[in-house]
């Protein structure tokens, strides 16, 4: 398992250099990072940059929920955003979605309000309110250099969006301050559960 990088890490902060050879070493690096993956409980992750684990090339992993398969995506290019998304999700699997990149979680905050918040694995306890597009359009590679143009919508395109930020050296607060959005924190009160105090700026 790979011990994930922190804020404020100049790896996070530059952008990512492509992938020449899909080699054994970047096989063995996926491996680990599925790992990683997999193993981040508190609060559960759903994806994981290359960047977050300290290396600076383009490759991210992620995977809707706990149960789905990791995808892997090499090279990502992000050709086309969509404002309306194609397809509906299916409400019930949003609806079991925990927090992951820590990611878009419902969570009522100090206000009382119900909010969907975006965390970063890279960013302990900080989350903020980010508008994502619904819809893209996205070139990669996969694992075996096959090549693939898809569109995604939903969740999974919020996941994608965020994790390809990582890869221009992008971290989700900037985006929360540029779109004038609240920055939160997350505290355990003392029955233990999560509660989400706003960050004063």
Known sequence: MLKIVQSPDTVLS????????????????????????????DPQGVGLAAPQIGKS?????????????????????????FDKP??????????NLSAGLLRAKTSTTERGQDVQLEGCLSLSNIWGVVKRHPGIILSYLDDTGQKHRKKFNGFIATIIQHEYDHLRGTLFPKKVLEQKN????????????????????
């Open 182 to 201: 609240q920055l939160y924190k997350s505290i355990k009160n003392a029955k233990g559960e999560t509660e989400f105090e706003e960050i004063k700026l």
């Open 14 to 41: 530059r952008p990512a250099k492509p992938i020449i050879n899909i080699d054994k070493a970047i096989h063995h690096l996926i491996r680990d990072m599925k790992e990683t993956l997999i193993n981040a409980k």
């Open 86 to 95: 194609e397809i509906n999700e299916d409400p019930k699997e949003q609806k």
């Open 57 to 81: 090339i383009q490759l991210f992993i992620i995977r809707q929920t706990p149960r789905s398969p990791i995808l892997v995506f090499i090279n990502p290019k992000i050709e086309q955003f």
